[in-house]
């Protein structure tokens, strides 16, 4: 048996917006992109949505309109993929990492007021795997020093923190739309949210030159706009989420409940509505348990196996982040995509328990 680690969805539906937008000639900035902004802000209760190319443009994008650059300092997670950090780096600020919570792998907020300084611009906490950083102290905090919360919630479309949509809760957030996320454009696509209306504004002249008229451009813009067949696959896509991340929360429980006694299996906050982006369990054999799993024919992970700040162009130096730099040693994630069926996580399970 052969089982995926993420699995993309197509039907029919999927393959005649496709060819609707081949057949419309129109395939930048048309009525589909529109529509999936003013959707997708819908489904995540946001005002505002602003298209873009990739989740990483949308943290770029975020971190332009926020005016983020040299001398200014935004405070992140280590524990995480690189695109939570790297735009405020390329734009020449400088990325401050705070420790983890062990059990929930987000930014710890006890730790976060320590790492604020008169040059802290922006916090950047990521909803990692999934499961939402624990938002209202962060919140708090950075309301009380004047700093704007970006929401990296690339993993986490359709999430919930105290009953609020990821994407709702912080001054701005970010989604990718890439293959393997629970939902996506068949490619790469973003999007960024927010409630405020100027930035909304901004963001949207930014990702497309600057412009006021076609060949007027006032902002010093990019172009990091979402294309029309992305757009229309992504509207396809969004219908079915709710089903999809039900589907995904039945398997983590039945992960839970056979492989609790063998592995640390997730645990989900009582304040959170996980999403099971990835299904992330820590053992201390980690790597050849990975090994067994691949002959067996089961796809593995590790999300992410070298913390932000031990990657090379990063250049941190001094940094001490003894909870992330221990768990990235002991995590995997297992095939988790709402495709998979009650055979394979079985067979699944009984793999992990041979090979543990
Ligand atoms: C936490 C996080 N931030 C940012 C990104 C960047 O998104 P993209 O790959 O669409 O550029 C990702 C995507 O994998 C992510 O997981």
């Not at 405020?88 to 710890?108: E, H, Q, S, W």
């Not at 001054?171 to 490619?187: E, H, I, Q, Y």
């Not at 497309?208 to 451009?217: A, F, N, Q, S, V």
């Amino acid at each position: 048996m052969q089982v995926n680690l993420s699995e993309m969805y197509v039907d029919d539906d999927i393959k005649k917006a496709v060819n609707d937008v081949l057949d419309s000639g129109q395939y930048v900035k048309g009525k589909n992109l529109a529509a999936f902004e003013t959707e997708f802000a819908a489904y995540c209760n946001a005002k505002y949505a602003v298209g873009v190319s990739s989740g990483t443009s949308a943290m770029l994008l975020a971190m332009m309109a926020l005016g983020i650059g040299r001398g200014d300092e935004v405070i992140v997670p280590s524990h995480t993929f690189i695109a939570t950090a790297s735009p405020a780096k390329f734009l020449g600020a400088t990325p401050i990492y705070v420790d983890i919570d062990p059990v929930n792998y987000n930014l710890d907020p006890s730790k976060l007021e320590k790492a604020i300084t008169p040059n802290t611009k922006a916090i950047i906490p990521v909803h990692l795997y999934g499961h939402p950083a624990d938002m209202d102290p962060i919140m708090h905090i950075a309301k009380e020093h004047g700093i704007t919360v970006v929401e990296d919630a690339c993993q986490a479309h359709g999430a919930e923190y105290r009953g609020k949509r990821t994407g709702s809760i912080g001054d701005l957030a970010v989604f990718s739309f890439f293959p393997s996320k629970n939902m996506t454009v068949a490619g790469d696509g973003g999007m960024v949210l927010t409630d405020n209306k100027e930035l909304a504004h901004k963001m949207s002249m930014l990702r497309d030159h600057g412009r006021t008229d076609k060949y007027l451009h006032e902002l010093l813009g990019l172009n990091l706009r979402m294309s029309e067949i992305p757009a229309a696959i992504g509207r396809q896509q969004l219908k079915h989420l709710p089903e999809w991340i039900k589907r995904r929360r039945e398997i983590a429980s039945m992960y839970n409940d056979l492989l609790e006694d063998t592995v640390t299996v997730p645990k989900e906050a009582d304040w959170a509505k996980h999403a099971y982006y990835v299904y992330t369990l820590q053992t201390s054999n980690r790597d050849s348990l990975r090994e067994y799993l691949h002959s067996k024919g089961i796809s593995t992970g590790i999300y992410y196996p070298v913390p932000v700040h031990r990657q090379p162009c990063m250049e941190a130096r001094n940094v001490d982040l003894p909870l992330t730099d221990e768990c990235v040693k002991r995590i995997i994630s297992i095939p988790m995509h709402p495709k998979l069926t009650d055979e394979q996580i079985h067979y699944i399970v009984d793999n992990i328990k041979r090979g543990i």
